[in-house]
Structures are given as structure tokens and as C-alpha cells.
């Protein structure tokens, strides 16, 4: 049973125009989001996170918006690069009390054309 | 990714043999974390630990595979008499604490099972 889900496994989007990554997930326990980006043969890098006492957090070009009666998360890069082109995961974590592992979605490759 | 360090990068052995990776993580930080990437997936959590204890390995398959993070040195995922199954991309974070902190990845270690 995936807890976090990335339904789009890939996206196309021209460069300087805006991506959009979307993410649900299904535990009202997660109280920790984040984002990251992976290369090929690299580990994941963190972008960005959010708390759920948030409903947006900004850093760059990079903006994660959370909308916890939906049980929905985004990642907006705008203007979109090609050095963007990457997977890109969405991990959630429980709150207090809980050991502190993430769960990742099974992320979203994303193609920004020149 | 710097920071974290993992090795080997890439492991290859034969079925029934053992494998060793390594984990150092960033300075300053006590908390360690193993996931597993298979093709196509998001990463599996599978084991948390601190400065010599294990705080949870509900996601490390109960044979075979073992976690250590001695008080000195790196933190050890082993995997006894590998399978063709255990093919995957083993991926450790570390973070300085358990909160609403971001886990930094390593670079993984690729096995690869003859």
C-alpha cells in the first residue's frame, strides 16, 4: 500500500516555463514533507521541505505548496532549466513519536527541453 | 552530495557470497539511515540507527541482512549469502537529529549479484 504517490512518472515541460510536481499521500500522521532530486548514478539531493503547519515554502525558483485537506503536495520550478532535467521525489515523514524514517514516492522524471 | 559518504560505489558478487557497504556520514551527525532502490522504485526505508544502537529495522528483511553503527568508524550494512534479488542501489542518509530536519544521501552503492 503506497502511502506517497507520484502519479505522473514523467513530465515534459519547455525551458523557462514553469513544472509542475505533484504528490499525494494517503497517512494524516505526515507532518514532514520534502522534496528531492535525483541524477543517474547520484544519490538524492534535498530541494526542499515543508512542515504541515505551513501551506507554502519558498526557496529560489523553487516553491512547495501543501494542501493537507487534500492530502496534496506540489513542487513549482520557475523559471524551468535544463540542468532541471532529473527524477524528482517527494518523501513524507510522521511527527513526533515516530522513528524518523521517510517514505518516498516513486518519483517523477522531469525533461526540460532548450 | 558531499558530505555522506558510501563505499564501495559498485559491488558485484556471486551468488551465496557476502557483502559489506559502508556508511560514513556527514560530520556532526548521529543518525543513520539505509534505503534500497530497486529499478522503477521510489527508496525503501530499511533500517535506523544511532552511535551503537539500531532504532528500528522494520524495513530490513529478517534474514540475511544485518546494520551496525559502531562507536567509532563507518555504519555497516551486510547482506549474507546474497541472492539475485538483492540487486539494487543501497542508499544511506544521515541527519543530526530525528525532527523536522532533512536527510542528506550519499552517493550509493550499486550491487550487483552474478
Known amino acids: 500500500d503506497q502511502q506517497v504517490k507520484q502519479n505522473s512518472p514523467s513530465l515534459s515541460v519547455q525551458e523557462g516555463r514553469i513544472s509542475i510536481l505533484n504528490c499525494d499521500y494517503t497517512?494524516?500522521?505526515?507532518?514532514?514533507f520534502l522534496w528531492y532530486k535525483k541524477y543517474p548514478a547520484e544519490g538524492p539531493t534535498f530541494l526542499i521541505s515543508i512542515s504541515s503547519i505551513k501551506d507554502k515554502n519558498e526557496d529560489g525558483r523553487f516553491t512547495v505548496f501543501l494542501n493537507k485537506s487534500a492530502k496534496h503536495l506540489s513542487l513549482h520550478i520557475v523559471p524551468s532549466q535544463p540542468g532541471d532535467s532529473a527524477v524528482y521525489f517527494c518523501a513524507a515523514k510522521e511527527g513526533p513519536g515516530s522513528q524518523g524514517n521517510l517514505i518516498f514516492g516513486k518519483g517523477t522524471k522531469l525533461s526540460v527541453k532548450p | 552530495n558531499a558530505g555522506v559518504m558510501q563505499n564501495p560505489r559498485h559491488l558485484v558478487r556471486r551468488r551465496g557470497q557476502e557483502a559489506r557497504l559502508r556508511c560514513s556520514p556527514m560530520?556532526?551527525?548521529?543518525?543513520v539511515y539505509w534505503y534500497r532502490q530497486l529499478p522503477e522504485e521510489g527508496l525503501k526505508f530499511m533500517v535506523y540507527?544511532?552511535?551503537?544502537?539500531?532504532?528500528?529495522e522494520s524495513g530490513m528483511p529478517k534474514e540475511r541482512f544485518s546494520a551496525e553503527f559502531p562507536k567509532e568508524g563507518p555504519s555497516i550494512l551486510r547482506i549474507q549469502q546474497v541472492v539475485r534479488g538483492d540487486s539494487a542501489a543501497y542508499f544511506c542518509?544521515?541527519?543530526?537529529?530525528?525532527?523536522?530536519?532533512?536527510?542528506?544521501f550519499g552517493d550509493g552503492t550499486r550491487l550487483s549479484i552474478l
Open positions: 497517512n494524516s500522521m505526515f507532518d514532514y
Open positions: 540507527l544511532q552511535k551503537e544502537n539500531i532504532i528500528d
Open positions: 560530520k556532526g551527525h548521529s543518525h
Open positions: 542518509a544521515s541527519s543530526p537529529g530525528q525532527g523536522r530536519q532533512p536527510q542528506h
